[in-house]
Every structure is written in C-alpha cells, then in structure tokens.
C-alpha cells in the first residue's frame, strides 16, 4: 500500500514538473497535457496501478482540465481500428486452446540442424512466426518452456531465451497486428485521413527489414557458442479436428486478405474493410462448424491493452486539438535547416533508449 501511494506521489511530481517546465513554451492547455501525459506514463512504467486504470484516465483528466470533453475522449476507445485487434485476439485464443501453436513451433525447429547457432535462428524464426500473429507476450511465454529445456547449459539457455524474446519484438513488425504500436499508427493515420496501408502490403514492405534484422540477431546471439550437438526432445503430435479447423480458418483469412489487397492500377481488390474480415474470423471460432471458442474464453482477450489503444488514441486526439503537434513541430522547425534523415535518426534513437524504461506502446 505504502509503495502504491509512493509511486502515484511521484507520478505527481513528474507531471507536475513536465507542467511548470511545458508551461514556460506552450500555452496553458497544452502545458496541462503534457503533464497530465507525463503523469499518466510514469504510472504506466512503474505500474504502481493496473494498466487499464490508467488507460482510463483520459477519460476523466481531458474534461476536468479542458483539454477534450467527455464525449470526445471516450468515443476514441470504441475506434474501427480496435476492433482488427479484437479479431486478432480470438484467432489467437483459439490457436492457443487448440495448441496449434505447438504443432507450428516444433515443424520449424525441425528445419534447423542441432547445433547452438541452429536452434538460435530456429527460436528466433518461430518467434518472429508467431509473433506476427500472436502478441508479443504470448509468443514468448508460449516458447520460453521449449527455449529452457533444449540444455541445461546456462549460457545457451540464456542465448535461447533471448532469441525467443528478440524474436517476438522483431516478428511484431511484421503485421499491422502484431504489435500494438502497429495499430496505434493504423489508427493516427485513420483518424488524420492518410491513406490507410493494406494488410499485405504492410508485410511486403517490412519483411526484409524483419529479415535483415533476424538474420543479425542471430548471428550476434551465436558469437562465443560452442558448435556442439545438442538432443532435442521432438513434441510429437497428433493434428486433431480442431486444430484443422483454426488452421483452415488461418488459410482461408490469408487468402481472403491476398485477394482483397488492391494492386493498382491492375486490380482494385474486392473493397472489403479489412478490421470487418479480421472480426468476422475472430467470430467464426465461436460458431458452427468450428465451435472452437466458448464465451469463457473471451475472458482472455486483454481488455487493458483495448485501454490503452483508446488512452493512445485520446492523446492522439488532445494533441491534435490543443495543437500541441503544431507547436512542438515549430519549435523543430526553429532548430535550423536539419537533414531530414538526421532528425530521423535522432527520434529513432530517441524512441529506442526511452522504450528500454517506458511501455512501447504508452510511449
């Protein structure tokens, strides 16, 4: 308790300060919501309340300081775009009960010879696979029994799991669902009216940049690895009914998405919203012939990450409203005539070491 009231007293000073320092360049509005976002990103980094109820806040904080009203917060928690998401979610769930998952981890780490440095790249591929689909967390969590029980040797349990998790960030890229900053972007770019980027498209453009950085990943990770072979326990498995049936599902929503991606100017594709085919999917596991998910199981589903996506939008939106974006962009503009592949790489670099002590997708 004591820690609790210790951690939320130093969210307030934080945002107190960031207020009085912001208050010294920006008006009084967007000073305010800078300390209010400040606050609310330092009790999601040191968690010292639960990460939907801070989520939340927006709601309640907006209103009182004037920045957004009530209506305006709350309607961006119910965006199209968090509903891809949901979709998402319940193809995972059902991958995940079905342990379909464990049929597609272990057909991978057959590809790779067992040695150190195959194993590594076999993580870190199945990793990335899965990750691409599923979240991050999950991933992980799912292939870290696998990662710590191939040896008992310490340093190559520890390049192991390390290749599961390096694995997990990297294959989060891939999708426009596999992360939740990915749809974050999605739904900035929605609600700025820029040209939304197709599912297929997303992954053709990131692919061999996820590629490139897995490639390295594992290369780094094998320096120092002693090139011994290893036994590795083969999961031998059954393909049940059910799990032809998620694996069907996961096809045909491939396909559908494949055939539904313009290429202009040959094809125009088949104009469907791609969050309604992802939701549509999603549902199917709860129906006939499928039946794979009970209502029960919707109770896996993160809702405090569906929180955090409508927090990300509101701030979005309050910065959007206050022109708080303008102001920040003009005083960029006033630092000189800077290479915009320098300020690119500033923000990149930026970005990177805040993320090490700050929720990406807060941040």
């Known amino acids: 308790m004591n820690k609790t009231v210790t951690k939320i007293a130093i969210a307030l000073i934080i945002g107190g300060i960031f207020f009085l ?10 000073a305010y919501l800078i300390g209010i976002v400040a606050f609310m990103v330092t009790l999601w980094t040191n968690e010292a309340l639960p990460l939907g109820v801070v989520s939340l806040f927006p709601i309640i904080l907006f209103p009182a300081f004037g920045i957004l009203s009530t209506n305006a917060t709350s309607i961006n928690y119910s965006k199209s775009i968090i509903f891809l998401f949901l979709g998402g979610f319940m193809l995972a769930i059902a991958v995940e009960k079905t342990n379909l998952h464990k049929i597609i981890a272990d057909k991978i780490l057959s590809l790779f010879p067992p040695t150190p440095k195959g194993i590594i790249y076999s993580l870190l591929i199945t990793s990335a696979i899965l990750s691409s689909f599923l979240s991050n967390t999950t991933t992980a969590l799912l292939l870290l029994p696998i990662g710590m029980f191939i040896t008992e040797n310490k340093d190559l349990k520890m390049r192991f799991v390390l290749s599961i998790a390096y694995g997990a960030s990297i294959g989060g890229i891939i999708t426009p669902i596999g992360t939740p900053p990915n749809l974050i972007l999605l739904g900035i770019m929605e609600d700025k009216g820029l040209e939304m980027i197709p599912f297929l498209k997303w992954i053709f453009m990131i692919f061999p940049l996820a590629l490139i950085m897995l490639i390295f990943t594992g290369w780094i990770l094998s320096i120092g690895a002693k090139n011994i072979p290893l036994k590795r326990e083969m999961f031998e498995y059954k393909i049940t009914k059910e799990q032809k049936k998620v694996s069907f599902a996961i096809i045909a929503l491939i396909l559908v998405l494949l055939i539904n991606t313009p290429i202009k100017p040959y094809y125009e594709g088949l104009g469907l919203n791609e969050k309604g085919i992802l ?41 959007s409203n206050t022109k708080l974006d303008h102001a ?28 090490e002590i700050t929720s990406n997708t807060a941040l």
Request: no cysteine.
């Open 328 to 355: 920040i962009a003009e005083y960029l503009l006033k630092t000189g005539d800077i290479s915009p592949y320098l300020i690119l790489l500033l923000i990149a670099a930026l970005i990177t070491f805040t993320t």
């Open 21 to 30: 320092l912001a208050f010294n360049f920006f008006s009084i509005k967007q």
């Open 279 to 319: 939701l549509f999917f999603g549902l199917l596991m709860f129906m006939p012939p499928f039946n794979i998910l009970e209502w029960e199981d919707s109770k896996k589903i993160p809702f405090e990450i569906i929180f955090l996506f409508g927090a990300g939008f509101a701030i979005a939106k309050a910065f």
